[in-house]
């Protein structure tokens, strides 16, 4: 069974910078795409970043350009998040996603495995 685990979540100030991290285990993420998404109290899952198995694939939700970057280990079968310029309204449960396929997918129906959550909060 592939296995998630997120990390690097914690409390912020706005401002401020968090890197998130999720080992994937029990499956080579070779030809694997990963991504994370966020859950913020009352809203519906959404979509964060996600990145393909080819370098430079990749997909941002449009608000966070510029702010998120996500990058991929392979070796290490690891998925990371930075976040910068962190606001208010970043606080949320961020999960990471695998997606048995090459290509980024914005939509969490897509993905096959899940993370169990890190929580991101981010102070006034």
């Known amino acids: 069974q592939v296995q998630l685990l997120e990390s690097g979540g914690g409390l912020v100030q706005a401002g401020g910078s968090l890197r998130l991290s999720c080992v994937v285990s029990?499956?080579?993420?070779?030809?694997?795409?990963l991504g994370w998404f966020r859950q913020a109290p009352g809203k519906e899952r959404a979509f964060v970043a996600a990145a393909g198995w080819s370098a430079g694939s990749v997909e941002y939700a449009e608000p966070l350009k510029g702010r998120f970057t996500i990058s991929r280990d392979n070796a290490k079968g690891t998925v990371f998040l930075q976040m910068n310029s962190l606001k208010p309204e970043d606080t949320a449960v961020y999960y990471c996603?695998?997606?048995?396929?090459?290509?980024?997918?914005?939509?969490?129906?897509?993905?096959?495995?899940w993370g169990q959550g890190t929580q991101v909060t981010v102070s006034s």
């Open positions: 996603a695998a997606r048995l396929t090459p290509y980024a997918s914005t939509y969490s129906s897509d993905y096959d495995y």
């Open positions: 029990n499956r080579d993420i070779t030809y694997v795409s």
